[in-house]
Structures are given as C-alpha cells and as structure tokens.
C-alpha cells in the first residue's frame, strides 16, 4: 500500500480546515438576531428613609 507524500497531507489538511472554518464562520453570520422589545413599564422609585 503506497504512503502519501508529505505535501498530499498538508494540501488535505489544509482544504479540510478551510471547510471547517467556512463552515463555522457561515454559521455564525447566517443567524439574523431577534430584536428584544423592552416592556414600557414605569420605573418606579421608592425611596428609602434609614434611620440610623
């Protein structure tokens, strides 16, 4: 059974880890984000009397 040249692995390694990171990097941008809509509730503030 005939080895591979050095060179045939890393041209392997080399195309297997760019569709790896393409893969990856697609996958992060093709997500469209949702929007968080913030409820309109009035803060409201009470305020503290410490007595010390």
Do not use: C, D, G, R
């Amino acid at each position: 059974m005939p080895q591979m040249a050095p060179l045939l692995w890393f041209n392997l390694f080399i195309m297997f880890s760019t569709t790896f990171l393409m893969f990856l990097i697609l996958n992060y941008f093709i997500k469209v984000p949702s929007k968080v809509e913030k409820a309109n509730l009035p803060h409201s503030q009470t305020e503290m009397n410490w007595k010390w």
